[in-house]
C-alpha cells in the first residue's frame, strides 16, 4: 500500500518503550503529526504467561515512564484497553491518521495478532510498517545457507558477531498530534516495581556496570551466582527500555571488544539466536522443538512440583535459586539451569510447567528466551545441552556457590551450616545439625529424592521416547 510522506502516524508501542533508538517512532516523526499508542490487551494479561503481577507492575512503571518523556516533548501515551484488532483502527479513525508504525515482533502471538490487526487496517485503507530496532538482527537479516536461518549458535553467533550496531538515533526533541481519549492503566497492577523502570534507568545501569570494570571482568565473574556480577539489563531488554545495539555501542561496538565485554556480548547474541528461532519454528513456544523428545514420559507428582516452586526440596543451591526468584523476580542463569535441570531430569516433570512457573514470576520473562532456555536445559530444543547431560545439583553448588554465601542469603535455615557440609546438608551429624540450628527434616527438608536414581531414570525415559519416535517414523 502506498503511503503517503505526509500525513498523521499512530506509533503502536508494544515491547519498545523508549524514544531514542526507535525508528518507527522517527518515521512518523518526519512524516507529520504524532498520535503515540499503547493498547492493555485483557485476553493478554489472562493468559497463564502473563499472570506475572511483578513484570506488570515494571512494565506499568515504564509506561508512566514512558508517557512523562512523551509529555514534555508536546504529546501524551495514549492508552486503550481492548484487543488491538479493535482499538488500533479505532484510534487511527478519532485521529484520522493513514498509516501504523511499530517495532517488528518475533513471538507466535505478537505476529499472529499484528496479521489481524494488518488486515483490520487495510479494510480501513490504512497501511502499516514494522520496524526493527530492538534487535542487532532481525530474523531475515540473518538467513543461514539454506535460507531457513540457524539451529545451532555457534555459526548464528559467527555471522551475527560481524553486524555492526547501527549509529544511535536521538529521541526526537519535539512531537505534535491530536489529544485522543485515554483509558489509563488501570488493568495494570499499581505499586513500585522490583526495579526503578524506563530508559534512564537502564542507561544508568548499563553504564555504572561498564564503567566500574565489570563487563572487563565479565567473563571470569558471570558464573559466580554470589557475586551477581552478571549485568541485570534482561528486564530493560525485555520491555525495549534498552536494545541489543545499545549494549554494543556502549561495550565499544562497531570497534574491537575483547575479554569480558565479548563474552557478555556472545550472551546478547544467545538472547537473538532464541528469538530467532521462536520466530521460524513458532510451534516451538508450546512443544519439543526436537521430533523425537515430544513422547518423554512425565511424572503428575504435585508434592514435588509445590517443593520445587517453594523451595523445598532438600537440595540447597536448588531451593535457593526458587526462593530468591519468588522474592525478587530474577534469578542467576547459572541457577535458572541447575534449577530447570532439578525439575525435568531429577524430578521428572514436564519442562512446560517450569517454563509457565519461569514466565510468572521472572521480570526478565521473555516468550523466546524463557522457552530457549527450558528446551535448552530439558535437551529437546535446537543446539540445547544434549538429553543425556544431567546437572548435578550438588557438584553445581560447590563448584559455582563454594563458601555458600549465595545458599545463606536465601535459605537462612543453612546460614550457620558450615562450608563444607552447606552443599549437602543431610550429610551432618546429629551434633553438626545441633551446632548448626538445623535438623533436617524439621528445619530443613531431607532431599525430595536421590540424585543418582533419577539421573538414571530420566536417561531411560529419555531413550524410550527416542526409540518411539523412530519406530513411529
Not at 160 to 166: D, F, G, K, L, T
Not at 362 to 367: E, K, N, R, S
Request: proline share 8%; glycine share 10%.
Amino acid at each position: 500500500m502506498d503511503v503517503p510522506s505526509q500525513g498523521t502516524s499512530v506509533v503502536w508501542f508494544r515491547r519498545d518503550l523508549r524514544l531514542a533508538d526507535h525508528p518507527a517512532l522517527e518515521r512518523a516523526r518526519r512524516r507529520g503529526p504524532v498520535v503515540c499508542l499503547f493498547v492493555v490487551d485483557p485476553a493478554i494479561l489472562g493468559r497463564r504467561h502473563h499472570r506475572a503481577p511483578e513484570r506488570l507492575k515494571f512494565l506499568r512503571a515504564g509506561l508512566e515512564e514512558l508517557g512523562s518523556r512523551l509529555r514534555e516533548r508536546g504529546v501524551p501515551l495514549v492508552i486503550r484497553e481492548g484487543h488491538p484488532a479493535d482499538a488500533v483502527p479505532r484510534v487511527c479513525t478519532e485521529a484520522g491518521a493513514d498509516l501504523v508504525v511499530a517495532g517488528a515482533e518475533v513471538s507466535p502471538l505478537g505476529r499472529a495478532r499484528d496479521r489481524r490487526v494488518a488486515e483490520n487496517l487495510g479494510d480501513a485503507g490504512i497501511a502499516i510498517e514494522l520496524h526493527g530496532g530492538d534487535l542487532l538482527a532481525e530474523p531475515e537479516d540473518v538467513p543461514g545457507p539454506a535460507g531457513d536461518g540457524y539451529k545451532v549458535f555457534t555459526p548464528f553467533h559467527r555471522v551475527w558477531r560481524e553486524i555492526a550496531p547501527p549509529p544511535h538515533l536521538p529521541a526526537p526533541g519535539s512531537l505534535s498530534g491530536p489529544e485522543l481519549r485515554c483509558d489509563g492503566l488501570g488493568a495494570l497492577p499499581d505499586g513500585a516495581p522490583l526495579l526503578p523502570a524506563g530508559p534512564a534507568a537502564a542507561r544508568e545501569r548499563m553504564v555504572s556496570y561498564i564503567r566500574s570494570g565489570a563487563a572487563d571482568a565479565y567473563g571470569g565473574r558471570r558464573n559466580d551466582v554470589a557475586a551477581d556480577a552478571t549485568s541485570g539489563l534482561s528486564p530493560y531488554l525485555r520491555f525495549g527500555m534498552c536494545t541489543g545495539p545499545q549494549i554494543g555501542r556502549a561495550l565499544g561496538l562497531p570497534g574491537v571488544i575483547e575479554g569480558g565485554r565479548a563474552e557478555l556480548w556472545r550472551q546478547v547474541a544467545w538472547r537473538e539466536f532464541f528469538h530467532h528461532l521462536l520466530a521460524r519454528h513458532p510451534h516451538a513456544a508450546r512443544t519439543a522443538w526436537r521430533e523425537d523428545l515430544r513422547g518423554v514420559r512425565w511424572n503428575d507428582d504435585e508434592r514435588a512440583f509445590g517443593a520445587w516452586q517453594t523451595g523445598r526440596t532438600g537440595y540447597p543451591l536448588v531451593d535457593a535459586a526458587m526462593r530468591q526468584l519468588a522474592i525478587e523476580g530474577r534469578m542467576h542463569n547459572r541457577t535458572r539451569m541447575v534449577a530447570a535441570s532439578f525439575l525435568v531430569k531429577d524430578l521428572l516433570i514436564d519442562w512446560r510447567r517450569g517454563e509457565t512457573v519461569f514466565m510468572q514470576r521472572l521480570l526478565d520473562g521473555d516468550p523466546a528466551n524463557n522457552n530457549g532456555g527450558w528446551q535448552w536445559v530439558a535437551g529437546t530444543g535446537a543446539d540445547a545441552a544434549p538429553y543425556f547431560r544431567v546437572m548435578n545439583p550438588v557438584l553445581q553448588s560447590k563448584k559455582f556457590d563454594a563458601d555458600g554465601a549465595y545458599i545463606r542469603r536465601h535459605v537462612p535455615e543453612l546460614a550457620r551450616v558450615p562450608a563444607p557440609l552447606i552443599h549437602e546438608p543431610w550429610r551432618m551429624t546429629a551434633a553438626d545439625q545441633e551446632a548448626a540450628a538445623c535438623v533436617i527434616g524439621r528445619d530443613y527438608p531431607a532431599p525430595i529424592v536421590d540424585h543418582a536414581d533419577r539421573r538414571a531414570e530420566a536417561l531411560e525415559r529419555y531413550a524410550a521416547a527416542r526409540g518411539q519416535g523412530r519406530e513411529e517414523r
